[in-house]
C-alpha cells in the first residue's frame, strides 16, 4: 500500500481511483531497486530508477510539533527552518497538519496569540509510504490539489515530507525521468 487517509490520528489504507493498475508494474521494479542487488549494480544504471521514490527526494527530518503548540509558536518554527508545513502530534502520534496558508487565515484576528494548532489544523490527510514512485505522489497532489505530503515508514511514523516543490526540483536536478 502507497497511501493513506489519516482522519483525526487514525491511520488507513486508501486507493485513489486513478491510480488503479499502475501500482502493479512498478511493484517489480521498486522490490529491485530497494533489494540487495541494486546495491551490487553500478551506480549509473540504477541513479534515475532509484531517485525516483519518495524517500530519496524527501525533506527530512521532520519538525513536527504538538497539537497544543501555539499559532505563534508555530510560526516561529516555520520562518526559522523555512518551511511551510508542520506535521502535528500528540503523544508522537501523527495527528494532523498545518500549513502556513492555514496561519495566514488567522492571523489577522484578535485571537491568533490564544489560538493553539489543534484550533485550526488539518485532520483529514494524506499520507505517503516512502517507497512510494514519485510520478504517483505527483499525481495525487495534482489531483486532490495538495502541496505537499507527510512520508511515513512501514510502522506509520512520520519520516518526512514531500512537496509539489521537492518534485520540481527532482526534475530540475535531473533525477527524474
Not at 489519516?6 to 512498478?26: A, C, D, M, R
Request: proline fraction near 3%; aromatic fraction near 6%.
Amino acid at each position: 500500500m502507497a497511501f493513506f487517509l489519516s482522519t483525526n490520528g487514525q491511520i488507513h489504507p486508501y486507493n485513489f481511483k486513478y491510480l488503479e493498475g499502475e501500482f502493479e508494474h512498478v511493484r517489480l521494479e521498486r522490490t529491485e531497486i530497494h533489494s540487495e542487488l541494486s546495491k551490487k549494480m553500478p551506480k549509473k544504471q540504477t541513479l534515475a530508477q532509484k531517485e525516483s521514490f519518495a524517500i530519496n527526494i524527501m525533506n527530512h527530518p521532520v519538525f513536527s510539533l504538538s497539537v497544543n503548540s501555539s499559532l505563534v509558536e508555530i510560526q516561529k518554527l516555520m520562518r526559522d527552518k523555512k518551511i511551510r508545513h508542520i506535521p502535528l502530534t500528540d503523544e508522537q502520534k501523527f495527528i494532523g497538519m498545518i500549513s502556513d496558508r492555514d496561519l495566514l487565515k488567522v492571523e489577522d484576528s484578535g485571537t491568533f496569540i490564544f489560538l493553539k494548532a489543534k484550533n485550526i489544523m488539518t485532520t483529514v490527510v494524506v499520507l505517503v509510504e516512502e517507497e512510494t514512485p514519485v510520478i504517483h505522489i505527483a499525481r495525487v497532489l495534482l489531483e486532490e490539489n495538495l502541496s505537499a505530503l507527510p512520508v511515513i515508514d512501514k510502522s506509520h511514523k512520520v519520516v518526512g515530507m514531500i512537496s509539489r516543490t521537492d518534485i520540481l526540483k527532482a526534475v530540475m536536478n535531473n533525477r527524474l525521468y
